[in-house]
């Protein structure tokens, strides 16, 4: 009697287990290097947002994803303003309409691409049904106080978005 009330209560456990489907939504995943270093945003103080977020806005016309790093205080922006609808595909930042922005306020450093100081971003996917966007992107920013440059490379997300 013991044997089979052992099974069925192993074989209970089994299948709610194998029932169990994890959260498809995709949580915080962003990485790249910034001047040679890898980076990764991170953040347990919840009043200042996710570590990393992607945001759809004014009808789907400007993207922008934005990562923070708590430790460092380091926060990375990038910023796509179109007159049409955000679709896949890749957007330069060679003009005041996209950027891409790295800040140190540690040490007050602000790194700003422009003229001469660019790169790019590319929207792999943007699945509007689920909400989920996956890009990579790229550039170099000048501090124009300091002259100082910072590459950011091999950048990558992976991201639920938020419209508005």
Known sequence: MTKIFTAGVLLFVITCFAGCKKDDKITDNFKCKVNGKVWRPGNTDFKYGHAAEAHLIDDGKTFFVTAYQEGSRQSITISIFLGTNVEPGTYYFKNSTHSAVLVDPSNDLKFVTQQGYDGSIEIVSLDKGSKTVT??????????????????????????????
């Open 135 to 164: 890009g990579r992107f790229s550039f170099k920013a000048l501090d124009t106080e300091t002259n100082n440059v910072a590459e950011v490379t091999d950048g990558q997300f992976n991201l639920q978005y938020y419209p508005y």
